[in-house]
């Protein structure tokens, strides 16, 4: 079946700078790789996702990019702001509605 | 969102009690999974569903029992709780009948097992 793996498991970096997590994932049939966003005692909520005929999609601060022959894909996060201060976590399915795995989580935090 | 909601919001038990998680939603989705959270695991898929009457296993399926008799409804039992079952539980639905359905999370329900 389906591993993700995802590093770093915690980032913290200064107000206005970059956050960069990077992922990997072990079967080559996924095709949706979407990123969730936890803030702490809330639920997972979707941020951004890519599929695996695009190599790079951004919205407005976020951007991800995707490397399928590699197997890796990454959340670049630009001009971090406190309220970004989250678990983020990468995830593979085949299809957006079908299961999904997740990585284990990337507690960042964004320092005032 | 409220389409999906997840019942208790938290749950204290024994362990070698039985108990029930249960997870509604209101938009019809198809698919419906069973997630449990823990801290350096991410979130690990129990049991999904992608229709009335038709479940199967995912990651840490053991110890675990799921059914779907209606399309709304997805409760996940413990049959003998243990303590290796305390955990925040996420019921989530998506819908196939949209090619860019994400999941949709309920609020969870924390678990402990004394």
């Known amino acids: 079946g389906e591993n993700v793996e995802q590093h770093p498991s915690t980032l913290s970096v200064q107000e206005g700078d970059s956050a960069v997590i990077k992922c990997t994932y072990s079967?080559?049939?996924?095709?949706?790789f979407p990123w969730y966003k936890q803030e702490l005692g809330k639920r997972p909520q979707l941020i951004i996702d890519?599929?695996?005929?695009?190599g790079e999609k951004k919205d407005q601060r976020i951007a991800v990019t995707l490397n399928k022959t590699a197997k890796h894909f990454s959340l670049h996060i630009t001009e971090t702001q406190p309220e970004d201060s989250a678990v983020y976590f990468c995830?593979?399915?085949?299809?957006?509605?079908?299961?999904?795995?997740f990585g284990p989580g990337t507690s960042l935090s964004v320092i005032p | 969102d409220a389409g999906i909601t997840q019942s208790p919001r938290y749950k204290i038990t024994e362990t070698g009690r039985q108990v029930t998680l249960m997870c509604h939603q209101t938009w019809s989705h198809s698919y419906m999974f069973w997630y449990r959270q823990d801290l350096g695991h991410g979130l690990r898929l129990i049991y999904y569903?992608?229709?009335?009457?038709?479940?199967d296993k995912g990651e840490v399926s053991d110890g675990y029992v799921v059914s779907r008799s209606k399309t709304e409804n997805f409760p996940l039992t413990l049959e003998s709780a243990t303590r290796s079952q305390t955990s925040v539980y996420f019921c989530?639905?998506?819908?196939?009948?949209?090619?860019?359905?994400?999941?949709?999370f309920g609020n969870g329900t924390r678990l402990t097992v004394t």
């Open positions: 989530a639905s998506s819908d196939a009948r949209q090619n860019n359905s994400p999941l949709h």
């Open positions: 890519i599929r695996s005929n695009v």
């Open positions: 079967d080559s049939a996924s095709n949706y």
């Open positions: 995830a593979a399915s085949k299809t957006s509605y079908d299961k999904v795995i």
């Open positions: 569903s992608a229709a009335a009457d038709i479940t």
